[in-house]
């Protein structure tokens, strides 16, 4: 370990050399000159693509060039000078491709995630003025780029490749670009409340890089994932990490790591070797581990040898369960920094529950270690250094830093270094954190943290600025006087909670709490609470105290509600208002109190799934009420809701609603791709059998063109479109259950799922009518990716009752499924009377090959086989 303690208390990491007088695109080049990179070795997999380095340079060069022209003549009005590019991309082999095109163009990238609110986008256009924004094609992102489009030219992906076709494969590569200049710009809370553009330099990237590289090298089979949001800088040594030193970049989709279960079958598959997660996502991996049993889990982990966790505080329990389930041969890793610095600044790593006894102090876990030409300082107000074990600020210096924030030349985040003349440390870096040197048991001087100075905290694992709330809030015309705090930081019930003076006394939290989600990102928006004034200490200060007792007062008594009379509900719809909100608070576990708060806001935004939805709708249905699925999804607010809610059904209203939204027909030839398209991007992404084992798009794809005639032929399958613009929306395929199609395309990981259904369903046809024209199979039903949560239960009631009329139409006795989707079972089951034949536990199914496919599956995930007798 080659890191010392100079002074009372500071902690200098080695000196190393790296390249520092090169960039990105050039040591990437380099690595096909040295060695390093194999041409024809793989370099990006994103599901069925594949792209050599080869391949990934040759794309890569033709994208530079067409950003080249496309800016040739655009003036440059960045306030540094730096040429910035936009991105704004899901996780994909293209996003990786247009990376490399924008440095080799000479430009940096500035990332949008698409969840980015107009507001914030504005800000970061306005700010670092991009000369250009590449985008995905999906009109709903694109479209968050109008209110700038005076400001910076916007091309999609597809309008991006169409250009790169007349232009040869070599030409870019030859900017003027150095070591010192620009190469990312990513926007993080500031501590002034504004979102900060930070300028990370080549020799930035290079210094974090060349440390991991030398602290934890690649081993030469290594398969590295890319799974971080591009707006994160943890992102940056995902990408370039291995792709600068020849080896394999995997793609997941950023929905993955939201799925324990998927995210381990995932790493097992594509023989992951390391992974940065935040604690609280090894937690939830650990707790999937309890269920499935730590010897199954130890397998499908046994490839990940190499664990970092970063974003969050690392617990000492947490530790200590990682090696009690990993004993040997696993590295656990603690990571600190930030985006300032190049995401990294201190490291402690672990392999073995003795390196813990003798690198953690009180059961706390050290931040660790400074990395390479980096030093850290722990000082107090008058940038003196504390004694060493006393508390104080923590300071970095070295090739680490950033540039600075973009258009701001002097800030108190970066200042001259008192402590060294060294041109690699004439700066240091504020971080706002506090900290101090301990001396750990093996004799190690080390970082330990001791929380944050100003108003930063973590909101599921992502940084977010009180203050820069706050100012958003006070921004508005409505408020007067705001104050944001954190109630119980970092325990499991922190709730960030806005105190607002309203400008008029009419105005109420509902109005306010739109307005501000126009502004803030969804993990930022606060609760709000209103106020008559701001309670003050006798120094004029807000009494932050008091502002938090009363919150954590409110929550002890969170269910009760007797002031029925302030919410403006008609008299003979209190009735039905109570029993409603009763329901919602029973299903999504949220307080009547907050329903009441939330009764001009979507059911969606205070707990509502597409599950839960059918769940309200049924209890509803058995005390006497009635709301159809579209009714109940399409309202914009639970009042609305609560107006659409009648005792009896109305179905002539309902389906006239439906074909007012909705076109069904028959299938056609001229639907194949269209349905081939759905019906393979939602089992491949969203398929809940299919998940566990990895079938792919391209497997579906194939199944479904090998039976498309058959399928054309029985005229039982139909397609949904939106009336408006007839774009499809929903796809069914069913089939007689006795003249199914005899041949079919299906590779093995198909043929597992397909096995299983038989092997259940076989068991239950001969308890139903037996013989052609009985029985209607309904095989699959699939929405497109662009059909939201609530669209999705409308769409996939409508299909249940266009089964019923298909049915009806040919006679059949009967409609027969199997269901591994919980919201088709409920919608089957509890609207439309299905009747339950055989329950099955999913993870016990062993194949004929003797494999369990789906034993990573918990005990909870079970497949229903049913049937509907219509005769």
């Known amino acids: 370990m080659e890191h010392n303690i100079q002074g009372k208390s500071m902690l200098q990491g080695s000196t190393k050399e790296f390249p520092n007088n090169t960039t990105v695109t050039q040591y990437f080049r380099l690595g096909f000159t040295n060695g390093q990179i194999q041409p024809s070795n793989l370099a990006l997999v994103d599901g069925e ?45 293209r996003l990786i491709t247009i990376l490399f095109g924008i440095l080799k163009a000479g430009a940096a990238y500035v990332p949008f995630d698409i969840t980015f609110p107009e507001e914030r986008i504005g800000k970061i256009v306005n700010d670092c003025r991009p000369l250009l924004v590449i985008c995905d094609g999906k009109s709903n992102v694109k479209s968050k ?37 620009t190469a990312i710009v990513l926007y993080t809370s500031g501590s002034s ?25 690649f081993i030469p089979t290594e398969k590295c ?46 023989d992951i070797s390391r992974v940065v997660v935040v604690p609280s996502l090894l937690k939830a991996i650990f707790q999937t581990l309890h269920i499935v049993g730590k010897g199954e889990g130890r397998k499908l982990l046994s490839s990940v040898r190499l664990w970092v966790c970063s974003g969050e505080a690392l617990s000492y329990d947490l530790l200590k369960e990682f090696f009690e389930i990993f004993p040997e041969n696993f590295t656990l890793c603690n990571f600190y920094g930030s985006t300032e610095v190049m995401g990294d600044v201190t490291f402690v790593s672990y392999s073995s529950l003795r390196d813990v006894e003798v690198k953690v102090i009180a059961k706390k876990v050290p931040i660790g270690y400074p990395l390479a030409n980096t030093i850290i300082y722990v000082l107090d107000e008058n940038l003196q250094q504390v004694e060493q074990g006393h508390t104080g600020e923590v300071f970095i210096a070295g090739n680490n830093l950033a540039k600075g924030y973009v258009g701001i030349l002097d800030s108190d985040k970066f200042l001259i270094n008192p402590y060294s003349k060294c041109p690699d440390f004439t700066k240091i870096y504020r971080t706002g954190d506090f900290g101090s040197i301990a001396l750990l048991p093996n004799g190690e001087s080390a970082l330990m943290y001791e929380g ?55 105005t109420t939290a509902d109005q306010l709490k739109l307005e501000v989600g126009k502004y803030l990102r969804e993990y930022e928006r606060p609760v709000i609470r209103l106020l008559d004034e701001i309670p003050l200490l006798v120094n004029g200060k807000t009494d932050r105290q008091r502002l938090l007792k009363m919150f954590a007062a409110e929550q002890a008594n969170r269910e009760e509600f007797d002031d029925w009379s302030s919410l403006a509900i008609l008299e003979e719809k209190l009735p039905i208002a109570k029993n409603l909100f009763k329901i919602i608070s029973s299903v999504t576990g949220s307080s009547v109190q907050t329903i009441v708060e939330n009764l001009d806001d979507s059911f969606f935004n205070i707990g509502g799934t597409s599950l839960n939805t059918v769940v309200v709708i049924v209890k509803l249905r058995e005390i006497g009420y009635y709301i159809s699925i579209p009714d109940f999804t399409s309202a914009q607010t639970m009042r609305e809701i609560l107006m659409r809610i009648s005792p009896v059904e109305s179905e002539p209203s309902k389906q006239n609603k439906r074909k007012q939204e909705y076109s069904v027909t028959l299938l056609t030839e001229k639907d194949k791709e269209e349905v081939v398209h759905i019906i393979s991007y939602s089992f491949s992404r969203k398929g809940d059998l299919e998940a566990y084992v990895n079938v ?102 409508l299909m249940e009752e266009q089964n019923l009329l298909i049915a009806r139409k040919h006679k059949f006795e009967g409609i027969f499924t199997t269901n591994s989707n919980p919201l088709t079972m409920q919608i089957g089951r509890d609207l439309h009377g299905y009747e339950i034949l055989s329950e099955y536990q999913v993870n016990e199914y062993v194949a004929p090959d003797g494999v369990k496919p789906f034993g990573l599956a918990p005990d909870s995930f079970k497949i229903i086989c049913c049937w509907k007798k219509l005769l």
């Open 49 to 93: 693509k594949q792209h050599t380095f080869q391949q990934l340079d040759d794309i890569s060069t033709k994208i530079a060039n067409a950003i080249l022209e496309t800016i040739r003549n655009v003036p440059n009005h960045n306030p540094d000078g730096d040429r910035v590019i936009g991105v704004c991309i899901q996780p994909s082999d």
């Open 145 to 181: 780029f109008e209110s700038v489009k005076n400001l910076t030219k916007v091309l999609t992906t597809d309008e991006l490749y169409k250009k790169i076709s007349p232009f040869a494969k070599n030409g870019a590569n030859k900017s003027n670009v150095g070591a010192d200049d």
């Open 193 to 217: 409340g504004e979102p900060k553009g930070v300028r990370l330099s080549h020799k930035a990237i290079f210094n974090r890089l060349k440390w991991q590289w030398d602290q934890f090298p």
């Open 696 to 797: 792919s798009y391209n497997d579906f794809a194939n199944l479904i063109k090998s039976i498309w005639d058959e399928i054309l032929q029985k005229k039982y399958s139909f397609v949904v479109r939106q009336a408006s613009d007839r774009k499809p929306v929903a796809v069914s395929l069913n089939f007689d259950v006795y003249d199914e199609p005899s041949e079919a395309d299906c590779t093995d990981e198909i043929k597992y799922v397909m096995d299983f259904l038989e092997s259940v369903e076989s068991k239950q046809r001969a308890r139903l009518p037996e013989g052609k024209g009985k029985l209607l199979h309904s095989f699959m039903m699939g929405t497109s990716e662009d059909v939201d949560d609530s669209e999705r239960v409308s769409l996939i009631e």
């Open 452 to 506: 944050r100075i100003d108003s930063q905290i973590k909101v599921r694992g992502q940084r977010v600025d009180l203050s820069e709330i706050e100012l958003v809030i006070s921004g508005l015309e409505s408020v007067s006087k705001v104050k944001v705090l954190c109630h119980h930081p970092g325990q499991p019930d922190q709730a960030v909670v806005a105190y607002i003076v309203p400008t008029s006394q009419q």
């Open 225 to 270: 994932v890319f799974k971080t949001a591009l707006t994160f800088v943890d992102s940056v040594p995902e990408i370039f990490g291995p792709l600068l030193q020849g080896f394999r970049l995997i793609v997941f989709d950023k929905t993955v790591t939201s799925q324990p279960p998927l995210f381990m079958e995932k790493l097992h598959v594509n």
